[in-house]
């Protein structure tokens, strides 16, 4: 005596790995609700927009190369990374045990790598804050 709208969702779950075909119950009903999160359902309609609706929201200017601001960015990372591994020499030495591996190298992994992939590019051109 299950709903249309019931069926469709335990079909759906059945498609996603980790459903158990059980009763909505107690753990069941977890999973299947997980199964949803994690396996959601892939879109069936065109999107109300087209590739050349987003390239007009984008500025003129967004799109225009250039070549020393390009390298501008490449010395900046390079420059950031070499102090951040400079900076980290130190990191043993100076603080105890448990602020080194509790703090200062989990922070020297996360700038390390945000600068490393370009992650902040974002805050360093245009600060949110100025």
Known sequence: TDSAETSVRRAEMRSCSGYSGQQD????????????????RPPTEKPEFTIGTLRKAI???????????SFSYLVADLVAI???????????????VWLAYGA???LYWFFQG?????????LVARPAFI
Not at 59 to 69: E, M, N, T, Y
Not at 82 to 96: E, H, K, N, Q
């Open 114 to 122: 945000a600068v490393g992939t370009g992650a902040c590019h974002a």
């Open 104 to 106: 200062l190298w989990p």
């Open 82 to 96: 070499a102090c951040l591994y400079y900076l980290s020499t130190f990191i043993d030495r100076v603080a105890p």
């Open 25 to 40: 119950t107690g753990l069941a009903a977890q999973q299947a609700n997980m199964a949803e999160v994690v396996c959601p």
């Open 59 to 69: 500025p003129a200017h967004c799109f225009k190369r250039s070549l020393w601001r």
